[in-house]
């Protein structure tokens, strides 16, 4: 699906908040855990360190209302204000209710209507291109676009291919109607016919929970890492070229790249096919791993402080489904303005 909207009103982020937990999970603590060493991670993933949430009465919309709750405190933002949340998330407290419903309460927004969405690491940006159609349509004119995951909470910490990679975190943006700036174009795609390389097998409707299910430790993420890789690296470079492409953008326009943070090697090869020199590339997947839907969010608010009204901004993630995408997004305010 491609969209270009020139004609409507820009759907631009005017505000940014996020969460991380207290708890480090080092490649050293891991080295405990599995057959593994902090060389092996470092050199296939980039990944030094990730956060877990590590309090069994909070999880994903915990962290999403906390995420909101520093966007309104930094930005002086009153969460009655709020007309819709969009939660990106694979890791919502229950199946139902939607964790917007939980967020919606828990951070007092009482005219917000709300809805969780699916997609994956992609979920971000998926949830960036709904959010921003409806300001584009004048359904809304401020819109809660929260990336939210608790990896650890599906993470199978004896299988050493995936436990290394993921952690647990929250970032949240608000959308409002902007003259200028904002979302100028996306384009994003899914393949169901590679549904198997990624998935939460059991918990769901084809395998409600059972002694089976727990037995076979079917509630945990799977994934075959190799070919996932491989589509990873020509489905993000892709993308991202195509979007610069339909928008005459060349490397020397592109201020920063926005990556989903899955492997420091897809985000490489991705920067390399682009034309970007790394100070271009936003990444933290040292400091945090694999948030799912958390990573771009994560990333807007660790470069607040460089962002620039008209930056020309990419972001691009890939994930199960499999779902990946470009959003082309032009910078709307001073971040340095922000940044504490
Ligand atoms: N520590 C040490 N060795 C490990 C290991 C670990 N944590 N995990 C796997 N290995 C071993 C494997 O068993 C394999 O050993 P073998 O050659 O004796 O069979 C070897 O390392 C290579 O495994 P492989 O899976 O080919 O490694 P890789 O280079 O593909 O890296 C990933 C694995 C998961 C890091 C990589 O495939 C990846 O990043 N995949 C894509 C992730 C992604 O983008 N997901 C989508 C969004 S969530």
């Known amino acids: ?45 980039g990944i030094e360190e990730r956060r877990i949430l590590d309090d069994p009465d909070k999880a994903t919309a915990y962290m999403a209302s906390q995420a909101a709750e520093e966007l309104f405190q930094k930005h002086d933002i009153d969460p009655a204000t709020i007309d819709l949340i969009i939660v990106a998330t694979i890791t919502p407290d229950m199946e139902f209710p939607s964790t917007a419903c939980l967020v919606q309460d828990s951070i007092g927004a009482q005219n917000a209507w709300g809805f969780d969405l699916a997609a994956a690491c992609s979920g971000f940006l998926f949830a960036l291109t709904n959010g921003a159609s409806f300001i584009e ?21 004896e299988d050493r291919s995936t436990c290394i990679l993921f952690g647990d975190a929250a970032g949240a943006v ?19 016919a590679h549904a198997d390389l990624l998935t939460l097998p059991a918990g769901g409707s084809l395998n409600p929970a059972s002694h089976e ?40 326009d592109v ?43 994560l990333c807007l608010n660790d470069w607040q402080a460089e962002l620039k009204p008209g930056h ?15 959003s082309y997004l032009t910078w709307a305010y001073d971040g340095a303005e922000y940044d504490s």
């Open 137 to 157: 349509s004048g359904r809304a004119k401020r819109v809660l676009v929260i990336g939210a995951d608790t990896m650890s909470a599906i993470t199978d910490y």
């Open 213 to 252: 299910t727990v037995d076979q430790r079917l509630h945990y993420l799977k994934q075959d890492g190799r070919p996932v890789f491989r589509h990873a690296v020509t489905g993000m470079a892709d993308v991202c070229v195509e979007i610069m492409e339909r928008n005459d953008l060349t490397g020397d």
């Open 1 to 45: 699906m491609s969209t270009s909207s020139s004609s409507q009103p820009r759907a631009a982020i005017t505000a940014m908040g996020h969460f991380l937990p207290e708890k480090r999970l080092t490649n050293a603590d891991l080295e405990q855990i599995v057959d593994t060493d902090d060389e092996w991670i470092r050199t296939r993933t």
């Open 174 to 192: 608000l959308l409002e109607p902007h003259d200028t700036y904002g979302l100028q174009d996306t384009v994003h795609y899914s393949d169901g």
């Open 255 to 297: 201020d920063f790249l926005v990556p989903h943070q899955a492997n420091k090697r897809i985000i490489d090869a991705t920067a390399n096919r682009m034309g970007l020199s790394s100070d271009k590339v936003m990444l933290n997947i040292h400091r945090y791993g694999n948030t799912t839907a958390a990573t771009v969010p």
């Open 312 to 326: 020309n901004l990419v972001l691009t993630t890939f994930g199960g489904g499999l779902t990946w995408g470009a």
